[in-house]
């Protein structure tokens, strides 16, 4: 008789790295689909296409890296950073663009640092940067008009055609600004009122922005009820935003207001998918809070008075520089200790 | 109502409870052969009292602790000792070590028992001793003997004393059953800890998934003052740091004990097992172990003699044999797998699990970490396991001690939530081994430089004292020749040297003095050719041959203690060495002058008379 031989616990909760991820692209889909009724086929055959170069080059450096490519495969993580990209990415992005963002993202920023669980920073999000700085003009002007797909939004051959072989056809008619870029450039010659008058804004608050940034809210309470996220990071990097706009940008006719920050944007899918990336995201709760409220002060900041309408990638980026950091500083206190254990082994802290 | 609070993290693994509560707690069948381990307690192994072909009776003492921490050993039953030999014993690891083999006579004969009717009656300390010679050491999984623990030091009063009826692990049901079948004995035992420590407060904590156990005790401990506090359902609230933050609030502090906060925990099973030793005079022989897991037909629980093989149990509860994959002694959460059933029940086996390869299966392959930080969740001590997983991999063990690896319980809550199966608990026990292991390490090479410098500093010392005293007995000796020579040169210029030849022999006379005093100070010192000085124009053959005995005699010596320290290889062989070489010298100056002495004493015969 061979018993089992195995070190405790012996018991198990069956929710693999897989799943979870498997979890996280579910709650996604709500969004997904709100970007689809709302502003055409574009996200849908982003998110496609860049899920499937995803899993491509993944496959592919597994490969040259010599680990088992199915065992990684599997884990699903490769598909949720095409995923975000897809999601993040303007609708009418050409082919090669995300491409390089997807296998810039996989390659450099996550197989070269030595694969999942070891990459300092948010994948899509170097990805999306990267391909922000290189090909600012096809990041800018290719998002999609809002326009359902029952009323006006182009067909998906169309779609297709545009984002693969670039078709010149009838853009201007597709692409617009949007809102959030679109007040930033009114607001300096033009009331608030006037600037919200624009078709781009709608009757509520941001043409299809408002019901896509509720559908990711909706898909990350879902997370956060599933526990596959806590609660600390989007709440405070929503807190962080909201913050920064009470306090400087109350005036509607300088800057932008408040609920156009919070459901124009790319705020909800960063606050609730990208930020909470764990892998690049600070770890104790105190940690997290300080890391979700940094980014949404950057956002608010570059939004504000940088260069940039939407501002997730860089805040993201940023913030995750100084993870280590904040890791250092915010272990929480261990049962039966009077304090933290701040810093690092024999510096402050005690 | 009593007040309750709740401890951070915790998990809800699946129960699997009602498997072994379905069924009354029956009684094993005897064994063909009980084997007792001679160490069931922490402490000190008890030592035999019986040797091999004694007849015991059951409850009859069969080793005991003389020296040191620890509880003695008794016979479950009455029959004769077979054997007292090395046998696998219930250990992560393993191992064997020393056990009595009983030979049940099927008799089943008890000693004689002197059950206490009034233990209030007695001196507390009597009472403790009962407790001790009952052979009662925690019955929850440590095994410290109960009657130190009952026993806090004088300045750490317990204001709480706690019965653990939380029983938080899977599929463990010793302690439910037991309080649903044997309340009264339970509380009675209680009561007698509760006398003893003189506590202001008495709580018995038992989590919500347990309403037999809960109505049974709370119909047992109506109209004493002992409170029932039913604690939620939550993993590991039974750990004896969350139950004490669960009933009290308070925290133990890190690296002290209960007593510290002037709480104490005490298990079911041992209140029993300490009623049964005052009230029946009973020592502690058998126990109530659960036996479950799908590859038992009837799973349930049993009252076992301690020394029944785990294989015996495992019979009497329907065991399928070839269904069996994993063997865990204790729950899935914190048990350890056996590598043979022939291991006996000890005083701390609570639960034998026998598992199918469908019901716990093997764990997947380890993924890497992806930071999600369910382990930080989970964690009821509020650590950062991945932060301490990271560090023990990487034999970082420094910074994982600074996060307090250390008040790792390994409760296995971060183990149980990790989706990428990292058998986390597994990596800190590493790291704990690791560190003790270098710690052990450290302490021994600062032992060895210790007594290093010690000794140079005790050589350095002799080496100065011997120096001094060299240069004193000098001192004196230039001394007393200045103060001679004076004296001789007094009696010289005073006329009073009557004979040359009695001047010239008391010369002589203090210069081999001189000698003497000289070479025995120091075998390093220059030896003073006296021979030469004294006998250069009158020779005195006795004197002379006198002096070349005593060389003689020296070079002996020297050569005999050369000679030894060469075989003991001592570092003063060099010194020994050219000490010799010197006495040979003046064995043959000496020589030489005798030779000349003797001469001239031939030549001129006439002028030494």
Known sequence: MALAQQSSPHARRARPTSRVMLWVILAALPGLLAQTLFFGWGNLINVVWCIALALGSEAAFLKLRGKPVAFFLRDNTAAVTGLLLGLSLPQFTPWWVSGIAVVSAIVVAKQLYGGLGSNPFNPAMVGYALALISFPVAMTTNWAEAATLWGGAPGFGETLAKIFTGGQTAVDGWTMATPLDEYKHKIASHTSVEVLGHPTFGNLIARGWEWVNLAFLAGGVLLIALRIITWHIPVAFLAGIAAMSLAFGSNADQYAPLQLHLLAGGTMLGAFFIATDPVSAATSHQGKLIYGAGIGVLVYLIRSWGNYPDAVAFSVLLMNFAVPFIDHYTPPRTYGHHKARRGVPGRSGG | ?609
């Open chain 2, 1 to 609: 109502m009593t007040q309750l609070w709740d401890f951070t993290g915790g998990i809800h693994p699946p129960e699997n409870k009602h498997q072994s509560t379905a069924r009354p707690i029956r009684k094993a069948a005897m064994p063909d052969r009980l084997v007792l381990p001679l160490q069931q307690h922490i402490g000190e192994p008890a030592e035999l009292v019986v040797a091999v072909g004694d007849r015991v009776l059951k409850g009859q003492k069969i080793a005991d602790v003389t020296n040191g921490m620890g509880v003695p050993v008794h016979a479950p039953t009455s029959g004769v000792i077979e054997a007292i030999e090395q046998r696998p014993v219930p250990h992560p690891s393993g191992m064997a070590d020393w056990c009595v083999v009983l030979k049940p006579d099927g008799e089943d004969q008890w000693c004689a028992l002197s059950p206490i009717d009034d233990y209030k009656q007695l001196d507390r300390e009597a009472v403790l001793q009962r407790i001790r010679e009952a052979g009662i050491s925690g019955m929850g999984g440590a095994g410290f003997p109960t009657d130190i623990k009952l026993r806090p030091p004088r300045d750490r009063k317990v204001d709480t004393l706690i019965l653990n009826g939380a029983e938080c692990e899977p599929y463990i049901t010793a302690d439910d059953m037991t309080m649903r079948e044997q309340a009264a004995e339970v509380v009675a035992g209680l009561k007698v800890m509760a006398w003893i420590l003189r506590p202001s407060r008495c709580v018995v904590g038992i989590e919500d998934n347990k309403p037999e156990a809960i109505a049974a005790m709370r119909k047992a401990v109506a109209g004493t003052q002992i409170e029932i506090a039913v604690v939620p359902t939550k993993y590991p609230s039974g750990g004896e740091k969350q139950l004490i933050q669960i009933l009290t609030g308070q925290e133990v502090p890190s690296g002290g004990i209960p007593a510290d906060i002037g709480v104490m925990c005490q298990n079911i099973g041992t209140a029993v097992a300490v009623g049964r030793a005052v009230f029946e005079g009973k020592p502690l022989i058998s126990r109530v172990v659960t036996v479950t897991g799908e590859a038992v037909r009837e799973p349930g629980n049993f009252e076992v003699l301690i020394g029944t093989p785990i294989h015996h149990l495992l019979e009497t509860a329907g065991m399928a044999q070839e269904r069996l994959d994993r063997l865990i002694l204790g729950g899935p959460m914190m048990g350890y797998t056996l590598t043979t059933d022939s291991v006996p029940v000890v005083k701390t086996t609570n639960c034998v699990i026998a598992a199918t390869a469908a019901e716990l299966p093997a764990p997947p392959p380890e993924q890497p970490c992806i930071r999600c930080g369910q382990c930080a969740e989970a964690c009821p001590m509020e650590l950062l396991p991945q932060q301490l997983f990271w560090y023990s991999k990487a034999g970082e063990f420094e910074k994982a001690e600074h996060l307090n690896l250390f008040d790792c319980i390994e409760c296995g809550a971060c183990s149980y939530v990790c989706p990428s199966s990292i058998p986390l608990v597994q990596y800190y026990r590493f790291a704990k081994g690791e560190i003790r292991t270098q710690r052990a390490e450290q302490l021994k090479a600062d032992r060895a430089r210790e007594r290093f410098e010690a000794r140079q500093a005790r050589l350095e010392r002799e080496q100065q004292e011997k120096e001094l005293r060299r240069k004193e007995r000098a001192k004196a000796a230039a001394e007393a020749q200045a103060k001679k020579q004076a004296e001789a040169e007094m009696a010289a210029a005073d006329g009073q040297a009557s004979d040359d030849r009695a001047a010239k022999a008391a010369l002589v006379q203090q210069a081999l003095e001189r000698k003497k005093a000289k070479t025995a100070a120091d075998t390093k010192e220059q030896p003073v050719p006296s021979s030469t000085e004294v006998a250069d124009d009158k020779p005195d053959i006795e004197a002379l041959e006198k002096q070349l005995t005593q060389a003689e005699a020296k070079l002996n010596t020297m050569q005999g203690m050369l000679d030894e320290a060469r075989s003991q290889q001592a570092d003063n062989v060099e010194k020994l060495e050219r000490a010799v070489a010197k006495n040979h010298d003046r064995v043959q100056r000496a020589q030489q002058a005798l030779d000349q002495a003797r001469k001239q004493v031939a030549e001129e015969p006439a002028s030494s008379q």
